[in-house]
C-alpha cells in the first residue's frame, strides 16, 4: 500500500507540474492569444469542466497513446511504449490544465495592470516579464485556487484505478481482495489520502504565507 | 478515415515487421491485476505467481520470447490487444466466436466446466428453473456473463455484472446476491477459503453450450498476427509433451485440467 | 436583448458570436462531427437505444436526488460550523475535512464492499426490514454521493452564511422576530442566494462524479456505455457518445441555474 501510495504522489505531482504548464499556457493563450486559439482553449476548458474525468481518463488512456503512437508511426519513428504512469500523468494533466488555466487567468486579471504596463514600457521582454513580473504578482491571487486543484489531483489518482493502474486505490482493492478484509483496508487507505491531504494543506499554507511577504495582512482571503 | 488510417496503420505494420524482426522483440502479455485463484494471486511484494503465471513464463521460455506482464483492467484487455498496447492476452480467456470477430486465439491451454455456486442455506440447481427468481452475480464481458445472459436472463430475477469476480464472491458472501456464476475451478478456489467454507457450496455444473462457452481457453492475439499464434501453439504443444505442463499444473490441481485432448481449436 | 433585430446581417454585425473566425471554427466542427457520423461505427445504437434512455434517467435521477439531500445536510453543517458553539462546529469541520480529504471513489468501495464484508457476522441484518435496501447497490450510492455533496456545499454554505452582513441580522433582531424567523426570513435566502453560482459549479462537478455508481453495479449511463464496449469492442464511439451526452446535461444545469439566479431579484438600496 504504502508502494501505492508512493506511485499516486508522483502521478500526482507529475500531473499537477505538467498541469501548471499547460495553465500558463493556457492563461496567457486566453488572455493575449489571437481570437482562435482563445476560442480553441474555451472549447479545450468548457469541455473537461463538463465531462466526467473518468470518461476522459478512458478515452485519453485508450485514444491517447493510440493516437501518439499512429503519428510517430505515420513519421516513421518506430512506436514508443508509454508506461502506466507516463500515461496516467499526461492524462491527468490535460484534465489539471484545463483548471488551472482558469485558475490562472483569473490571478493574472486580479494583477494591478499597472504593473505589467509599466513592465512593457520598461521594454522587458515577454519571457522576462512572465518570469519576473506576472507570475510572482499573480501568486498570492492563484494560491487558493491552486492548492485546490492539488488535492483535487492527489484524488483524481483514485479514479485511475478504473483503468488497472497501481495506484493506491488499486493497490488496496487488490489487497482487500487478497485477504477479504475489505472493510480494514478501504479504511487504511483512506487515512492515508487523508494524511496527504493535512500535510499538504500544512505546506501550501507555508508557501501562501511566503508568497504574500510585504503585502498588507488581508483576513478571510480563501473565498 | 477509418480505411486510412487502417491502410496506413498496415503499411507501417509491415515496417515495422521489417524492422522489429532484427532485434529480440519483446512480447506484452496483458492481463488483469486481479485475484483470479489459484490461476493469478498478487504476493506481498507485488509479484504475481499461480498457475497461469506459471504457464505463460514456461510457453515464453519454451519459444524464447521475451514476456513482459503487463496489467491492464479486463474490460480493456481487447481494445489494448487491437490499439497495439499489448501483443498477447494469457488470463484465462474463453474463445468464443464473439470474441474471434476482433481478435484471432492460439490453441486452448486448458478447459474447465462452468459451475454455478450459492449460499448453503438455500437449495436450488444450475438451470434456468432453478435460478427462478434469484439473483445472480457475474463477471462482466466474461463467457459466464454472457451464458448467464442468453440461459438465466428469462427466469432469474435480475443479472448482476461485477467489475471482478472477486467482488461477485464477496457480494454473495454479503447476500446481495443468491448465486455467481463462473469457471468451476476459480469458485472451487473460493469454496476452499474460510470465508467460501462458512457461507457457500456448489449448485452444480451449468449444461453446456459450445457456441457460447467455447471450446476452452487460449492466449489472444491481434488479428493476422499468425507468427505469435504459431509460436505459442508450438509451445503449448511443447510443453504438454515434456512434462513441463503436468508438473506446473500439479502443483495447484489433483487432476489434468486441459480437458478433452481432442477437443481443440 | 430588447433591441429588435431587424436583419440577418445586422444581428450578424452585432453578435460577438459571428465572426469570421469563429465562422471557420464552426465548419471545421462541423466537418469534424459528420466525419465521425460518417467514418465511425454507430451501427450498435439501435440495439442499446433503450437501455441508453434509462441509463440516462437514472444517472439524472441520481444527480437530483443527491443533490437535494446533499443540499438539506449542508445547511446545517455550514451554519454549524459558521454560528454553532464549538461542540456542533468541531465535529461538522472534523467531516467536511475527512469526506473531503479522500477520494470519492474510495467512500464508495468503503461502503459497498467495506460494509458489505462486514454483513456475515451480523446475521440479523438479513431478517430486518432494511434488508431489500441493503442488498441494493443504489442506496449506497445514493449515500455516498450525499454525504460528499454535503461535506463540500458544507463548506460553501460555512462561507456563505458568514458572508451574510451582520447588519442585517441586527436589524432583524432589533425588530424583535425570533431566531427561528430570522434564520428562515433573512440568514438562509441570503445565504442561499450568495452560494447560488458556485452551487451551480457544484452541481456540475456532482454530474462528474455520478459515473463512479457503476463499479458498484448500478447502471447509469457511463455503465451502459461500458456494456456497448464490452459487448462489441467497439472503442472510442460510445465514449465519444458519452462525453456528448455529459455536455449537454452539464450545459442544461447551467441554464437552469443561470434560470433561478434570473428569478431572484437583486435589489440595490
Known amino acids: ?223 | 478515415m477509418k480505411k486510412f488510417l487502417a491502410t496506413t496503420a498496415a503499411a507501417i505494420g509491415l515496417f515495422a515487421a521489417a524492422l522489429g524482426s532484427a532485434q529480440a522483440e519483446q512480447v506484452k502479455i496483458g492481463f488483469s491485476p486481479e485475484a483470479y485463484p489459484p490461476f493469478w494471486s498478487q504476493e506481498a511484494s507485488g509479484e504475481w505467481s499461480g498457475w497461469e503465471v506459471e504457464i505463460i513464463n514456461a510457453i515464453c521460455a519454451a519459444e524464447k520470447l521475451d514476456c513482459v506482464l503487463t496489467p491492464i483492467p479486463w474490460d480493456g484487455l481487447i481494445p489494448a490487444l487491437t490499439t497495439k498496447k499489448i501483443d498477447a492476452i494469457m488470463n484465462s480467456m474463453s474463445i468464443t466466436d464473439e470474441r474471434q470477430k476482433e481478435i484471432d486465439f492460439s490453441d486452448k491451454y486448458y478447459n474447465t466446466p462452468t459451475a454455478v455456486i450459492g449460499p448453503k442455506d438455500q437449495t436450488f440447481d444450475a438451470t434456468p428453473e432453478g435460478l427462478k427468481g434469484k439473483i445472480l452475480g457475474v463477471q462482466v464481458s466474461t463467457v459466464h456473463a454472457a451464458y448467464a445472459k442468453k440461459h438465466f436472463g428469462g427466469s432469474a430475477s435480475e443479472i448482476k455484472e461485477y467489475q471482478t469476480q472477486d467482488e461477485a464472491n464477496q457480494d454473495l458472501v454479503a447476500g446481495r446476491i443468491d448465486a455467481t456464476q463462473a469457471d468451476s475451478i476459480a469458485l472451487d478456489a473460493f469454496l476452499k477459503s474460510d470465508q467460501g467454507k462458512a457461507c457457500c457450496d456448489l449448485k452444480g455444473y451449468v449444461a453446456p453450450d459450445l457456441e457460447v462457452l467455447g471450446p476452452g481457453v487460449g492466449a489472444g492475439v491481434r488479428k493476422g498476427d499468425t507468427e505469435l499464434a504459431g509460436k505459442i501453439n508450438a509451445a503449448i504443444k511443447g510443453i504438454r509433451a515434456n512434462g513441463k505442463y503436468a508438473e506446473i499444473t500439479k502443483k495447484y490441481f489433483d487432476f489434468d485440467i486441459y480437458g478433452d485432448e481432442t477437443q481443440s481449436n | 436583448m430588447s433591441i429588435p433585430i431587424t436583419s440577418l446581417a445586422e444581428f450578424a454585425a452585432r453578435s460577438a458570436w459571428l465572426q469570421p473566425h469563429r465562422i471557420l471554427l464552426m465548419a471545421v466542427a462541423a466537418a469534424l462531427v459528420i466525419s465521425a457520423a460518417l467514418f465511425m461505427r454507430w451501427d450498435w445504437l439501435p440495439n442499446y437505444y433503450g437501455l441508453a434512455l434509462q441509463g440516462i434517467w437514472r444517472t439524472i435521477w441520481i444527480l437530483v436526488v443527491t443533490c437535494v439531500l446533499g443540499i438539506m445536510l449542508a445547511v446545517p453543517l455550514g451554519l454549524a460550523q459558521a454560528a454553532g458553539p464549538w461542540w456542533l462546529a468541531m465535529p461538522a469541520n472534523a467531516f467536511c475535512t475527512v469526506i473531503r480529504g479522500t477520494p470519492l471513489l474510495l467512500q464508495l468501495w468503503l461502503l459497498y464492499y467495506g460494509l458489505g464484508s462486514l454483513f456475515p457476522q451480523f446475521p440479523w441484518i438479513r431478517q430486518s426490514e432494511l434488508w431489500p435496501y441493503l442488498r441494493q447497490a443504489w442506496p449506497y450510492a445514493v449515500l455516498s454521493l450525499t454525504i460528499s455533496f454535503a461535506a463540500y456545499e458544507g463548506e460553501v454554505m460555512r462561507g456563505a452564511f458568514a458572508g451574510v452582513p451582520r447588519g442585517q441580522l441586527e436589524a432583524a433582531r432589533a425588530y424583535g422576530m425570533r431566531p427561528f424567523t430570522i434564520f428562515r426570513r433573512i440568514w438562509l435566502p441570503q445565504a442561499l442566494h450568495r452560494a447560488l453560482p458556485t452551487l451551480a459549479g457544484e452541481t456540475v462537478l456532482q454530474l462528474k462524479c455520478t459515473p463512479l455508481v457503476a463499479t458498484i453495479t448500478v447502471v447509469d449511463i457511463y455503465a451502459v456505455a461500458s456494456r456497448v464496449r464490452q459487448d462489441t469492442f467497439i472503442v472510442y464511439e460510445p465514449l465519444l457518445l458519452l462525453a456528448l451526452i455529459y455536455l449537454i446535461i452539464s450545459g442544461v444545469i447551467i441554464f437552469l441555474f443561470r434560470k433561478m439566479e434570473a428569478r431572484i431579484p437583486v435589489r440595490l438600496g
Do not use: H
Open chain 1, 1 to 223: 500500500m504504502l508502494r501505492g501510495l508512493l506511485s499516486s504522489v508522483q502521478i500526482a505531482l507529475g500531473a499537477y507540474g505538467v498541469g501548471l504548464l499547460i495553465g500558463i499556457g493556457g492563461a496567457y493563450g486566453k488572455l493575449y492569444g489571437g481570437p482562435i486559439v482563445r476560442d480553441l482553449l474555451e472549447v479545450y476548458t468548457t469541455i473537461v469542466r463538463a465531462v466526467p474525468e473518468l470518461v476522459l481518463i478512458l478515452i485519453l488512456y485508450f485514444a491517447g497513446t493510440d493516437l501518439i503512437n499512429r503519428v510517430l508511426e505515420a513519421l516513421g519513428y518506430a512506436r514508443i511504449d508509454i508506461n502506466g504512469l507516463v500515461a496516467g500523468i499526461w492524462v491527468l494533466a490535460v484534465v489539471q490544465g484545463a483548471y488551472s488555466t482558469e485558475v490562472l487567468r483569473g490571478a493574472i486579471l486580479s494583477i494591478p495592470q499597472g504593473q505589467i504596463e509599466a513592465a512593457r514600457a520598461y521594454g522587458m521582454a515577454p519571457m522576462l516579464m512572465l518570469r519576473r513580473i506576472t507570475l510572482p504578482a499573480m501568486l498570492p491571487f492563484a494560491i487558493p485556487g491552486l492548492a485546490n486543484l492539488w488535492l483535487i489531483a492527489t484524488k483524481d489518482t483514485a479514479l485511475l484505478a478504473i483503468v488497472g493502474f497501481n495506484e493506491l486505490t488499486q493497490e488496496t482493492r487488490t489487497a482487500a481482495g487478497q485477504t477479504k478484509a475489505y472493510f480494514t483496508f478501504f479504511v487504511a487507505a483512506g487515512v492515508l489520502y487523508l494524511l496527504l491531504t493535512l500535510v499538504s494543506n500544512r505546506i501550501i499554507a507555508r508557501i501562501e504565507r511566503w508568497s504574500r511577504r510585504g503585502m498588507p495582512a488581508v483576513s478571510g482571503s480563501a473565498r
